[in-house]
């Protein structure tokens, strides 16, 4: 009978240290992270693009993708310090990544360390990057019915983000089901609605975030 190894275990477990690692500088150093997960094309680059141009606090960006500097560069031009990871395949992000990408941004003084994940809407829910808040963001083309199809990153975001609600016109989509699916899965997530394109919501956003921190320098 050959000997059965479980690498998967001794892998995650290493991870996890990464992870605690990440998680003990930002709480010496007071800075907030968020992990932003959502589908290709949910709108996750362009709700920070917006967000990074309203909110008041000093941010830098880490950007999770399988290839191209895309993303970093579409952030770069806000004026965000930023870095860009290629998993080269990788479907999520992994804390091991994300330490050495911290080698490249100086996280003190940094009020906010926001992390775009790669576009995924299952697995990157299932690693710890040390991040103090997942947040889940789903946008109305992808139809109201993701959270119950997908129900772990909803049930472990700290705030779910619904974007591009100026197509709501143009698109049959219900958000009670959305909503109320969302609250059956994790009933204390903040909810919050956006139209990056035009910042209607974006406030509400960037609220949130000052309370987190200000929660998290307490
Ligand atoms: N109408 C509308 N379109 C939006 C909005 N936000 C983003 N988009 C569009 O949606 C498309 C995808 O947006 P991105 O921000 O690149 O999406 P992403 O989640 O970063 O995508 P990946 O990084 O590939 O996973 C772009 O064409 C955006 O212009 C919005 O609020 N309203
Ligand atoms: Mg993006
Ligand atoms: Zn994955």
Redesign the pocket.
Same mark, same amino acid.
């Given at each position: 009978m050959p000997r059965k190894i479980n690498i998967k275990r001794s892998v995650l477990a290493a991870d996890e240290e990464f992870a605690s690692k990440i998680r003990e500088k930002l709480h010496k150093e007071g800075t907030l992270m968020v992990n932003l997960i959502?589908s290709? @094309? !949910? @709108?996750? /680059? /362009? $709700?920070l693009e917006t967000t990074l141009g309203e909110i008041p606090f000093s941010c830098a960006v880490i950007e999770g993708?399988v290839a191209t500097s895309r &993303?970093a560069e579409r952030i770069s031009k806000t004026g965000t310090p930023v870095v860009q990871i290629n998993t080269q395949g990788g479907c999520h992000l992994e804390a091991h990544l994300l330490w050495k990408a911290l080698d490249e941004i100086p996280t003190s003084g940094l009020d906010v360390l926001f992390v775009?994940n790669v @576009?995924n809407l299952v697995c990157p829910a299932e690693f710890d990057l040390g991040e103090d808040y997942k947040v889940a #963001?789903c946008s109305v083309p992808e139809g109201p019915d993701k959270p119950l199809k997908y129900p772990h990153l909803f049930h472990e975001a700290g705030a779910v983000v619904l974007?591009?609600v &100026? $197509?709501i016109p143009y698109i049959d989509f219900d958000g009670d089901l959305f909503w109320g699916d969302v609250k059956k899965l994790n009933p204390l997530a903040s909810c919050i609605e #956006? !139209?990056? $394109?035009t910042g209607k919501g974006i406030d509400a956003w960037t609220d949130l975030l000052g309370r987190w921190l200000m929660e998290k320098r307490q």
């Open positions: 959502g290709p @094309g !949910a @709108g996750k /680059t /362009t $709700l993708d &993303d775009e @576009g #963001v974007t591009k &100026d $197509l #956006v !139209a990056s $394109l």
